[in-house]
């Protein structure tokens, strides 16, 4: 499964970026999709994450108001919308989906196994 993250970029503080993940298989089916980050000289942290065939989402406390995730299941798609955009946003984004493991698991907890490349977001003052 191919997981092709878009949107990322250069954006002044204060700015907006919407993030696409765009699943390359016809057939795709998931427990849950997600993103997460990771800031320069730090570890992977959690984003945001969305049920796939059920409602139901889940944020970095520290995001929530900020930023928005969404599903387009017609489109094998998520986006992350990011407002209100800050210099510690920076990092490379991921998306990643889960497709084993407990249906019912929380949306952090899943087991992310498949994951796209990356996608750079810059914050500038």
């Known amino acids: 499964v191919q997981l092709v993250e878009s949107g990322g970029g250069l954006v002044q503080a204060g700015g907006s970026l919407n993030l696409s993940c765009a699943v390359a298989?016809?057939?795709?089916?998931?427990?849950?999709m997600a993103w997460f980050r990771r800031p320069p000289g730090k570890d992977r942290e959690f984003v945001a994450a969305?049920?796939?065939?059920?409602?139901?989402?889940k944020y970095q406390d520290s995001l929530k108001g900020r930023f928005t995730i969404s599903k387009d299941k017609a489109k094998n798609t998520i986006y992350l919308q990011m407002n209100d955009l800050k210099p510690e946003d920076t990092a490379v984004y991921y998306c990643?989906?889960?497709?084993?493991?407990?249906?019912?698991?929380?949306?952090?907890?899943?087991?992310?196994?498949?994951w796209g490349q990356g996608t750079q977001v810059t914050v500038s003052l």
């Open positions: 969305v049920r796939w065939s059920r409602v139901g989402a």
């Open positions: 990643a989906a889960a497709t084993i493991g407990p249906r019912n698991a929380p949306l952090p907890a899943f087991d992310y196994n498949y």
């Open positions: 298989e016809p057939t795709f089916s998931a427990h849950a």
